[in-house]
T-cell receptor, first 117, second 109 residues
Framework: ETGVTQTPRHLVMGMTNKKSLKCEQH?????MYWYKQSAKKPLELMFV???????ENNSVPSRFSPECPNSSHLFLHLHTLQPEDSALYLC????????????????FGPGTRLTVL | DQQVKQNSPSLSVQEGRISILNCDYT??????FLWYKKYPAEGPTFLIS?????DKNEDGRFTVFLNKSAKHLSLHIVPSQPGDSAVYFC????????FGTGTSLTVIP
């Protein structure tokens, strides 16, 4: 039990579809993150939210759109994706983010395995 | 350009022996380092961390060593158990976390 849940666990979508990934944390944290993990590559940070405000966007294409309605929930809206976007998408949370001046352990969800056809 | 590197993609160790996983980093400003463990179909789980003001941190069978002059981090697992078989990621904290590509550890019974 990591305290961070993600749904769905697996998703297959066509390039013209629109879908959303959901993340929920039950740890009382204030920072939430989206990461992308592709085969043989390190985890790539995509977005950071600190106290519901987006504080980092690591040059992510606009076909990925995050939403953070509150400190416990984080969404990643997907539209017109490309096959190279197929990857494991991981959500994480921590008490606060590095950019807020904190160095804190991040706790990860199980990930969503995304396949774009 | 990768700021955190794990140069060994895999490691096999006999049960009961020591496992040593290595990690190198490039940025001397990193001040906090972590190791995560990942089983298939699960997200990474936090294992152990170390601040740059220390050179060693121990938690049960797991010990992390930090050599700041060499910009090198290592994780020692002793004794190794079959349940330790997983992928291990090191991470370094600057303005964000930077992760290595992982080392797949297999502990042979």
């Amino acid at each position: 039990e990591t305290g961070v849940t993600q749904t769905p666990r697996h998703l297959v979508m066509g390039m013209t579809n629109k879908k959303s990934l959901k993340c929920e944390q039950h740890l009382g944290h204030n920072a939430m993150y989206w990461y992308k993990q592709s085969a043989k590559k390190p985890l790539e940070l995509m977005f950071v939210y600190n106290f519901k405000e987006q504080t980092e966007n690591n040059s992510v294409p606009s076909r990925f759109s995050p939403e953070c309605p509150n400190s416990s929930h984080l969404f990643l809206h997907l539209h017109t994706l490309q096959p190279e976007d197929s990857a494991l998408y991981l959500c994480a949370s921590s008490r606060a983010s590095q950019l807020a001046g904190y160095t804190d352990t991040q706790y990860f969800g199980p990930g969503t395995r995304l396949t774009v056809l | 350009d990768q700021q955190v590197k794990q140069n060994s993609p895999s490691l096999s160790v006999q049960e009961g022996r020591i496992s040593i996983l290595n990690c190198d980093y490039t940025n001397s400003m990193f001040d906090y380092f972590l190791w995560y463990k990942k089983y298939p179909a699960e997200g990474p789980t936090f294992l152990i961390s170390i601040s740059s003001i220390k050179d060693k941190n121990e938690d049960g069978r797991f010990t992390v060593f930090l050599n700041k002059s060499a910009k090198h981090l290592s994780l020692h697992i002793v004794p190794s158990q079959p349940g330790d078989s997983a992928v291990y990621f090191c991470a370094a904290s600057g303005n964000q976390f930077y992760f290595g590509t992982g080392t797949s550890l297999t502990v042979i019974p």
